[in-house]
């Protein structure tokens, strides 16, 4: 049974709004989203989810950006440095080797670089030794043979200290959802990149949170049509998306945002004209349960 479940800031790293908000024209999403002064670029949040169970499992969804990557990447992306992730979760009380279990949503850099570091001689190591690192068999095998257009966010250097590990374990990518632990379950969405898992956290209390990855990265995103001009098939998001919003708005499910700065995330209610809105929403980094 799960017995906590928290944000886990790892860092910031800066994209640009173009690209982020896809067709949406900049005199919109700079409303929603505001960019850096005299820049196109935004901050966006790595937020990572921590769940705790009572048979003994750590598990981290998402490690975010780490700090593995070289000055010509850092000039493109401004990845805050040092990255937060450890030292957040050693403030409460857990060690990276405590951490049992890593879910990746899929691996493009700013979801996997964290998974690893360089120790002082210079070799990478994984930043959580003991625990089993998750992905679905689908989304590994896209990443491992990149297309070019998403070559640039699979980079070998955060893959093949997977792959030599013998920790990298695999999901099914299945159409439906699925219950992967007791309390989590995963939904395979197409739309973003090939085969992202979403995990559906079901707590004791009667609560679903939903962990929404890069199918709904900000709040600003609510809105069908803002979808990334980084996704692989921008109509499948638009579904997934519209799907994951009645269920949500019927449900009472709250919805977890992984890279809105200012919000951890909220739940949903309609407008005036019927439409999804944002009610109330959660503080920027929480305990959720």
Known sequence: MITSVETVIAGTLELDG?????VVPKSVWEKAYPPEAGSNRCTWATRCLLIRTDDGRNILVDTGVGEKDDDRFRQHFSPSLPQTLTSHLRSRLLEPEAITDVLFTHLH???VGGASYLDASGTTQLTFPNASHWVTDQHWNWAATPNPREAASFLPTNLDPLKGSGKLRFLSAERDDYEWLPGISL?????????MQLPLIDLPDGRRLVYCADLLPSAAHLSLPWV????IRPLDTLAEKERLI???LDGGWTLLLEHDARFAGGQLIKDERGRAAWGKMLERELVIY
């Open 18 to 22: 173009g690209a982020m908000f896809g």
């Open 109 to 111: 850099f700013d979801h």
């Open 187 to 195: 939904r395979t969405v197409y739309g973003h990149t090939e085969a």
């Open 228 to 231: 990334m001009a980084f996704d």
């Open 246 to 248: 009645a269920e949500a």
